[in-house]
C-alpha cells in the first residue's frame, strides 16, 4: 500500500487501537409507516393527555425494575367500612402496600362497603356485570366494565400490574378508554377489545405516538416466542418486541420482508430500534442485529446483509453509487452472488480477488465463493435469499499465534507475491500503517488485501488496471476481512470497519506514482 503521511499513520494507529470510535450510532425515529403498502408520516412526538409526567426508562431488555409480585398476598377488604372511623380500618391494621397514602386506603376501604352493599341488594354474586365498577384496595381508583374484566383475568392486584392508579380515562379520539396501573396499562377499544401492555413495553409504544402512531391500538397482550428470550405484542398495524438488542416498533412493508426472511429467527436476527427516514425524506429504513431493511416507494423492501452491507455501507449506502436495493441477494447464470441496486448492481465476485474455479455441476464458480456458500457445492442454480453473512463459513486460511494473541487471515498472501521492503511501498504488506486490526480476543490480518493492493498498484503501472479498480477491491477485501474475523454483529467488526474505511480513504486520495 502507498505510504501514508505521518498524520494519517498516526490516525491509523488509534483506530487500529479502537481509540475515539464506536459503532454508529442510529438515527431516531421520525414519523414511519402507517400501513404495509403506502408509509405514511405521523406525528411522533405526540404526547396525550395526562402523560405529560410519564418518564419510562431507557429502552432495554432488563430495564424494567418493578416488583411484579408485589400484590400475590392480596385480597378483598373483609366487612369494610362504609365510613371512616379512626382506629378500626383496615389501613390501621396493616401496612399500607403500593405506596398508597393512609387516606387513599380508608377512601378506598369506603368505596369497597358501598359496592359490596349494592351487590348484596342486587343479589349478584360476583362482579360479573359489565357496568359494575369495582375497587381494590389500597387504591382508591375504580376499574370498570370491559378493562375490569380484563384486569380480574389477569388476576387483578396479584397480576403483574398490581393496583390501579387511574380511575378509567378517555384517550385522544373520544372512543377508546384506559386504565393506568402500577406496573403497566389496560387499554379498549370496541374493535380491538381490552388488552394490558406493560411499562416496559410502552416505552417503545409511547416512542411513536402511543395509539394515534403508525402501530394502532393493542390487539394482544405481550408473549414470550417460542425458543427465545424474546417477547412480542402485536397492534392493529404493526408490532413490538423485546430481546436483549433492546426494545424495537415494527410494521408495514419493512414488517412483510422482514417475516419473509424468518424474523428473528432469519439472518437479520431482531430488530434494534424504530424505523427511520432516510435522508432524502422519501424511503425508510430499519436496523436489525445482523443486517437492514430498506424500503422505497419505487422499490419496495429489500434487506442488506453481510459482506454486501459492508461495501454497500463503506460506498455511502443509498446516497452512494449503488442507491437503494431493488432486490435480495441472488444466484446470477454464471454463478455470481450479487444485489441490484438503484444506480448499480454489487457483484460480489469481483470483490473476491481469486480467479481459481471450482467445477460444480455444469459450472465454473469461483472457489471463494464456493468456500462462501457451501450449498453450492451440491450443484445447482440455488436461489441465495437474505443470508446474514457472507464470510461466515469461508475457510481461514491462516491461522497463526503472534505475541500470545490469535491474528486470522481470511485472504491469503499470494503465493507470488514479493515481500521486501527495500524494493519500496508495492513490496511491504500495507507500508506504514499496521498490517492487522487487533480487535477483540483476536485480530484481522490485512496482509493479504495489502500484497494484492501493491501488485495491482504494479499493474496500474503496466496499464493493465485502472487505480479505481485496485483501491476499490482492496477496500472491499478488508471489510471482507473484517466480516469474516468478526463474524458476528460487535463492536470490533465496525471497528474494523472504520480502519478499513480509513485505509481505503488513504489510497484513494494521497498522490501515487506509477
Same mark, same amino acid.
Given at each position: 500500500m502507498a505510504r501514508p503521511s505521518r498524520t @494519517?499513520?498516526?490516525?491509523?494507529?488509534?483506530?487500529?487501537?479502537?481509540?475515539?470510535?464506536? +459503532?454508529?450510532?442510529?438515527?431516531? +425515529?421520525?414519523? +414511519?409507516?402507517? /400501513? /404495509?403498502?403506502?408509509p405514511a408520516d405521523n406525528n411522533a412526538d405526540y404526547v396525550a393527555p395526562g402523560r405529560e409526567d410519564l418518564e419510562p426508562a431507557e429502552p432495554g431488555f432488563d430495564d424494567n425494575n418493578v416488583d411484579n409480585q408485589a400484590g400475590k398476598n392480596w385480597h378483598p377488604t373483609t366487612n369494610p367500612k362504609s365510613k371512616v372511623i379512626p382506629g378500626q380500618m383496615r389501613s390501621d391494621k396493616e401496612e399500607i402496600p403500593g405506596g398508597f397514602t393512609k387516606e387513599q386506603a380508608n377512601r378506598a376501604e369506603v368505596q369497597e362497603a358501598k359496592e359490596q352493599a349494592t351487590q348484596a341488594r342486587s343479589g349478584i354474586q360476583t362482579f360479573a356485570v359489565v357496568d359494575t365498577c369495582r375497587t381494590y384496595w389500597p387504591s382508591p381508583f375504580k376499574v370498570c366494565g370491559k378493562i375490569r374484566e380484563k384486569y380480574d383475568s389477569l388476576g387483578g392486584p396479584q397480576s403483574f400490574l398490581t393496583w390501579p392508579k387511574s380511575d378509567e380515562l378517555k384517550v385522544p379520539d373520544g372512543v377508546g378508554r384506559r386504565n393506568e396501573f402500577v406496573n403497566g396499562f389496560i387499554y379498549w377499544h370496541p374493535n380491538t377489545g381490552a388488552h394490558s401492555i406493560t411499562t416496559h413495553f410502552s416505552v417503545a409504544w409511547a416512542r411513536i405516538g402511543w395509539e394515534r402512531g403508525p402501530l394502532g391500538y393493542p390487539t394482544t397482550d405481550e408473549f414470550g416466542?417460542?425458543?427465545?428470550?424474546? *417477547? &412480542?405484542?402485536?397492534f392493529e398495524h404493526g408490532h413490538i418486541y423485546g430481546s436483549l438488542a433492546g426494545l424495537a416498533t415494527i410494521h408495514g412493508a419493512i414488517y412483510d420482508k422482514w417475516v419473509q426472511t424468518g424474523a428473528e429467527k432469519g439472518p437479520l436476527g431482531y430488530p434494534t430500534g424504530d424505523e427511520t427516514k432516510t435522508p432524502d425524506g422519501i424511503g425508510r429504513f430499519h436496523n436489525f442485529t445482523r443486517g437492514k431493511i430498506y424500503w422505497h416507494p419505487q422499490y419496495g423492501a429489500h434487506s442488506v446483509v453481510g459482506a454486501q452491507q459492508l461495501i454497500w455501507e463503506a460506498s455511502g449506502r443509498e446516497q452512494g453509487i449503488y442507491g437503494y436495493p431493488t432486490s435480495e441477494q441472488f444466484l446470477d447464470s454464471k454463478g455470481n452472488v450479487v444485489q441490484n441496486f438503484s444506480k448499480s448492481r454489487l457483484d460480489l465476485s469481483v470483490y473476491l480477488g481469486n480467479t481459481a474455479t471450482t467445477r460444480v455441476g455444469e459450472k465454473l464458480l469461483n472457489d471463494k465463493l464456493v468456500a462462501l456458500y457451501p450449498e453450492l457445492a451440491s450443484g445447482g442454480n440455488v436461489e441465495i435469499g437474505a443470508r446474514n453473512d457472507l464470510v461466515a463459513n469461508a475457510e481461514t486460511r491462516d491461522s497463526r499465534v503472534?505475541?500470545? &494473541?490469535?491474528?486470522?487471515? @481470511?485472504? +491469503?498472501?499470494?503465493?507470488?507475491?514479493?515481500?521486501?521492503?527495500? *524494493?519500496?511501498n508495492l513490496n511491504d504488506y500495507c507500508t506504514s500503517s499496521p498490517d492487522e486490526y487487533s480487535g477483540g480476543v483476536k485480530n484481522a490480518d490485512f496482509r493479504g488485501p495489502c500484497a494484492i493492493h501493491d501488485m495491482c498498484y504494479q499493474a496500474v503501472s503496466r496499464g493493465e488496471r485502472t487505480q479505481s479498480f485496485c483501491d476499490e477491491r482492496f477496500h472491499s477485501q478488508l471489510l471482507l476481512t473484517c466480516e469474516g474475523v468478526y463474524s458476528q454483529y460487535s463492536v470490533d467488526r465496525y471497528r474494523c470497519g472504520n480502519v478499513a474505511q480509513v485505509y481505503y480513504q488513504v489510497v484513494k486520495n494521497a498522490p501515487h506514482d506509477f
Amino acid at each position: 500500500m502507498a505510504r501514508p503521511s505521518r498524520t @494519517i499513520t498516526t490516525l491509523l494507529f488509534a483506530l487500529t487501537l479502537g481509540i475515539g470510535f464506536t +459503532p454508529t450510532v442510529q438515527a431516531q +425515529p421520525t414519523q +414511519p409507516p402507517a /400501513a /404495509a403498502s403506502t408509509p405514511a408520516d405521523n406525528n411522533a412526538d405526540y404526547v396525550a393527555p395526562g402523560r405529560e409526567d410519564l418518564e419510562p426508562a431507557e429502552p432495554g431488555f432488563d430495564d424494567n425494575n418493578v416488583d411484579n409480585q408485589a400484590g400475590k398476598n392480596w385480597h378483598p377488604t373483609t366487612n369494610p367500612k362504609s365510613k371512616v372511623i379512626p382506629g378500626q380500618m383496615r389501613s390501621d391494621k396493616e401496612e399500607i402496600p403500593g405506596g398508597f397514602t393512609k387516606e387513599q386506603a380508608n377512601r378506598a376501604e369506603v368505596q369497597e362497603a358501598k359496592e359490596q352493599a349494592t351487590q348484596a341488594r342486587s343479589g349478584i354474586q360476583t362482579f360479573a356485570v359489565v357496568d359494575t365498577c369495582r375497587t381494590y384496595w389500597p387504591s382508591p381508583f375504580k376499574v370498570c366494565g370491559k378493562i375490569r374484566e380484563k384486569y380480574d383475568s389477569l388476576g387483578g392486584p396479584q397480576s403483574f400490574l398490581t393496583w390501579p392508579k387511574s380511575d378509567e380515562l378517555k384517550v385522544p379520539d373520544g372512543v377508546g378508554r384506559r386504565n393506568e396501573f402500577v406496573n403497566g396499562f389496560i387499554y379498549w377499544h370496541p374493535n380491538t377489545g381490552a388488552h394490558s401492555i406493560t411499562t416496559h413495553f410502552s416505552v417503545a409504544w409511547a416512542r411513536i405516538g402511543w395509539e394515534r402512531g403508525p402501530l394502532g391500538y393493542p390487539t394482544t397482550d405481550e408473549f414470550g416466542l417460542s425458543g427465545s428470550i424474546g *417477547r &412480542k405484542q402485536s397492534f392493529e398495524h404493526g408490532h413490538i418486541y423485546g430481546s436483549l438488542a433492546g426494545l424495537a416498533t415494527i410494521h408495514g412493508a419493512i414488517y412483510d420482508k422482514w417475516v419473509q426472511t424468518g424474523a428473528e429467527k432469519g439472518p437479520l436476527g431482531y430488530p434494534t430500534g424504530d424505523e427511520t427516514k432516510t435522508p432524502d425524506g422519501i424511503g425508510r429504513f430499519h436496523n436489525f442485529t445482523r443486517g437492514k431493511i430498506y424500503w422505497h416507494p419505487q422499490y419496495g423492501a429489500h434487506s442488506v446483509v453481510g459482506a454486501q452491507q459492508l461495501i454497500w455501507e463503506a460506498s455511502g449506502r443509498e446516497q452512494g453509487i449503488y442507491g437503494y436495493p431493488t432486490s435480495e441477494q441472488f444466484l446470477d447464470s454464471k454463478g455470481n452472488v450479487v444485489q441490484n441496486f438503484s444506480k448499480s448492481r454489487l457483484d460480489l465476485s469481483v470483490y473476491l480477488g481469486n480467479t481459481a474455479t471450482t467445477r460444480v455441476g455444469e459450472k465454473l464458480l469461483n472457489d471463494k465463493l464456493v468456500a462462501l456458500y457451501p450449498e453450492l457445492a451440491s450443484g445447482g442454480n440455488v436461489e441465495i435469499g437474505a443470508r446474514n453473512d457472507l464470510v461466515a463459513n469461508a475457510e481461514t486460511r491462516d491461522s497463526r499465534v503472534v505475541g500470545g &494473541k490469535e491474528v486470522v487471515t @481470511i485472504i +491469503p498472501v499470494p503465493s507470488y507475491y514479493v515481500y521486501d521492503w527495500h *524494493r519500496g511501498n508495492l513490496n511491504d504488506y500495507c507500508t506504514s500503517s499496521p498490517d492487522e486490526y487487533s480487535g477483540g480476543v483476536k485480530n484481522a490480518d490485512f496482509r493479504g488485501p495489502c500484497a494484492i493492493h501493491d501488485m495491482c498498484y504494479q499493474a496500474v503501472s503496466r496499464g493493465e488496471r485502472t487505480q479505481s479498480f485496485c483501491d476499490e477491491r482492496f477496500h472491499s477485501q478488508l471489510l471482507l476481512t473484517c466480516e469474516g474475523v468478526y463474524s458476528q454483529y460487535s463492536v470490533d467488526r465496525y471497528r474494523c470497519g472504520n480502519v478499513a474505511q480509513v485505509y481505503y480513504q488513504v489510497v484513494k486520495n494521497a498522490p501515487h506514482d506509477f
